[in-house]
Nanobody, 118 residues
Framework: VQFVESGGGLVQPGGSLRLSCAAS????????MSWYRQALGKERELVAI????????DYADSVKGRFTISRDNAKNTVYLQMNSLKSEDTAVYIC????????????WGQGTQVTVSS
């Protein structure tokens, strides 16, 4: 199993970034995909989740209306569009895959750093 996460970086408050997580080594369209984040000194938190078919999504209250999760099952890739970024969004963003039926079958990416600062 491999994830290639990209799109992180330094952005000013109010700016936008688009994260990508390209997956391989498992049947992508059988997995719920999520983005988590972990800020320095804080616990990992769920940011956004999308069902295996892409028809259902959910978000942490802190990012609702600003972030959008999507997926392209033909490309085995999940995305996170982040708009109106705030300093409190600064964290390592980590891709997660969880089988839609066998929920103990889960995989984690390495993460990509997002820093929101002027």
């Amino acid at each position: 199993v491999q994830f290639v996460e990209s799109g992180g970086g330094l952005v000013q408050p109010g700016g936008s970034l688009r994260l990508s997580c390209a997956a391989s080594g498992f049947t992508f369209n059988s997995y719920t995909m999520s983005w988590y984040r972990q800020a320095l000194g804080k616990e990992r938190e769920l940011v956004a989740i999308i069902s295996d078919g892409g028809g259902n999504t959910d978000y942490a209250d802190s990012v609702k209306g600003r972030f959008t999760i999507s997926r392209d099952n033909a490309k085995n890739t999940v995305y996170l569009q982040m708009n109106s970024l705030k300093s409190e969004d600064t964290a390592v963003y980590i891709c997660n895959a969880r089988h839609r039926l066998i929920t103990t079958r889960t995989y984690w990416g390495q993460g990509t750093q997002v820093t929101v600062s002027s």
